[in-house]
């Protein structure tokens, strides 16, 4: 069956290479998504162990798209009944892209209709729907005249993984931090540091990666459990088959923040797994941050001026400094929506990547600090 792993903008060849690694050599990359061919093991292996995807679907029909009705008829043709029982609730949820439809969310109500009338033809009634916190999440999604009906086995995004228990104002998204790290080609062995480390994503999405354990090892709620074909005994060998348990890292990981509270927030959010007491985090400000002699890795989230107040000027000004003078033969990458803010680092970047945080259109800049002259020149726009 068809597989499709949904993803943010611009993630879908870190995606792609991330399933191969996984043992999924063939894809075939969408928009915002990567598809595979696969079994429901693999359903359930890839909800557990896949870091740089936001949900798994299976693909149930694809169909070309003329009227309105179309959506209803092809729906309709679904053996609702197969995939879920009558007491479970649903929601409809998906993506349209086509001048069919004058109303966006008329097209969920139709596959709605169409469920519904399922479940009233063959059992006599229908199964509830709730938007908020569905058992079962129906995906549709619509370009122009090609529809595509998939159950999406996760349910909530795979970003919530289960593992924070406390966040601040403007936290990365952990599939983000978990694509950053695979973007930067960190070697889990080299040490790696993060001075801005908020509530502490990237230490832990490091140290997941580095000790092997799958990032939604916390995470107890799956939409495919809720499935009529759930197999228990399946997914109990999967999941009791993955790392949960580490008794030292293969590198060094070193955060810190200016804030109190969210030094208190990484290190609760550490504390639940076997790996906490190694990472060490620092309450200090950037130019105050014990920043270990190289070749290291800094990969950093820094405030954007957006969410959080800040002064860019003065803080990604002092945070280039620090990069040109202290951090020699070090990796360093940055993320920001900061435009100016990358002008004040006063450093040119290797490469930049255009990404999503969130709803914020941002960039992933890497810069590769040299002893002598290129240290000191200037960022070219």
Not at 42 to 55: E, P, Q
Not at 102 to 127: C, M, N, T, Y
Not at 289 to 305: D, H, S, V
Request: with cysteine; charged share 25%; net charge negative.
């Amino acid at each position: 069956m068809k597989i499709v792993l949904k993803t943010f903008y611009g993630l879908e060849d870190v995606l792609a290479d991330e399933l191969k690694e996984l043992g999924f050599p063939e894809s075939t990359k969408l928009n915002r998504a990567v598809q595979i061919e696969g079994e429901w093991k693999d359903v359930y292996f890839l909800n557990l162990h896949v870091r740089c995807a936001i949900s798994v679907l299976v693909e149930l029909r694809k169909f070309p798209v003329k009227t309105e009705k179309d959506l209803y008829n092809e729906a309709k043709k679904i053996n609702w009944s197969s995939l879920f029982d009558v007491k479970k609730t649903f929601a409809v949820k998906g993506a349209i892209h086509s001048t069919i439809f004058k109303h966006s969310q008329f097209p969920f109500l139709l596959i709605k209709d169409a469920i519904v009338d399922h479940f009233r033809d063959l059992k006599g009634e229908r199964p509830d729907i709730n938007v908020k916190s569905p058992q079962i999440v129906v995906d549709l999604y619509v370009r122009e005249n090609e529809g595509v009906i998939s159950v999406n086995t996760s349910g909530l995004p795979l970003f919530q993984r289960g593992y924070r228990q406390s966040t601040g104002d403007a936290p990365l998204n952990e599939v983000v931090a978990a694509a950053l790290l695979r973007m930067s080609e960190w070697d889990k062995k080299t040490t790696l540091i993060d001075p801005f480390c908020g509530s502490g994503t990237i230490l832990i999405e490091a140290a997941l990666l580095a000790a092997g354990i799958p990032s939604n090892i916390e995470r107890t709620h799956y939409a495919f459990k809720n499935m009529a074909n759930f197999d228990a005994d399946l997914w109990d060998e999967i999941h009791s088959k993955a790392n949960k348990l580490v008794k030292e890292l293969p590198c060094t990981l070193i955060g810190g923040d200016i804030d109190s509270q969210m030094v208190m927030k990484t290190r609760r959010n550490l504390r639940g797994f076997s790996f906490g007491r190694f990472v060490e985090v620092h309450n200090a400000s950037v130019d105050e941050f014990p920043f270990p002699e190289g070749p290291a890795f800094m990969i950093t989230n820094p405030p954007y001026g957006e969410r959080l107040e800040t002064d860019v000027e003065e803080l990604y000004g002092t945070l280039g400094s620090i990069m040109k003078h202290q951090l020699l033969g070090y990796s360093c990458f940055v993320i920001s929506s900061s435009e100016e803010g990358f002008k004040y680092l006063a450093l040119r970047p290797d490469k930049k990547y255009k990404l999503f945080n969130g709803d914020l259109e941002c960039s992933f800049r890497k810069y590769t600090i040299y002893e002598g002259s290129k240290k000191g020149e200037k960022q070219e726009d």
